[in-house]
């Protein structure tokens, strides 16, 4: 059973920063693809960014140039770097694996990034 479980999150300042974790139980294959979601009070869940197992990424427009996600297959974990932060970026962020080629998709339980001063 894969499991996810996320870290790293907490209260910060406007222009702070903080990285958020991600372990992944299990095996990661070289067709899943990891990704950062979250989700604001009364807002749908968004996509913030994705990693594919050869390092290729994808980003939300509200966040390019301030997150960076970034994986490290040895200890099967998955990282987003978050600069800049807004106060707009205060949401539950959750961490996903799409196994969508063998029909399956997995998400962490989230964790908490409050931005405010």
């Known amino acids: 059973q894969v499991q996810l479980v996320e870290s790293g999150g907490g209260l910060v300042q406007p222009g702070g920063s903080l990285k958020l974790s991600c372990v992944v139980s299990?095996?990661?294959?070289?067709?899943?693809?990891m990704g950062w979601y979250r989700q604001a009070p009364g807002k749908q869940r968004e996509l913030v960014a994705k990693?594919?197992?050869?390092?290729?990424?994808n980003y939300a427009d509200s966040v390019k140039g301030r997150f960076t996600v970034s994986r490290d297959n040895a200890k099967n974990t998955v990282y987003l770097q978050m600069n800049s932060l807004k106060p707009e970026d205060t949401a539950v962020y959750y961490c996903?694996?799409?196994?969508?080629?063998?029909?399956?998709?997995?998400w962490g339980k989230g964790t908490l990034v409050t931005v405010s001063s």
């Open positions: 996903n694996l799409d196994r969508s080629w063998w029909g399956r998709d997995y």
């Open positions: 299990g095996n990661i294959f070289s067709k899943d693809v």
């Open positions: 990693i594919t197992s050869d390092d290729s990424t």
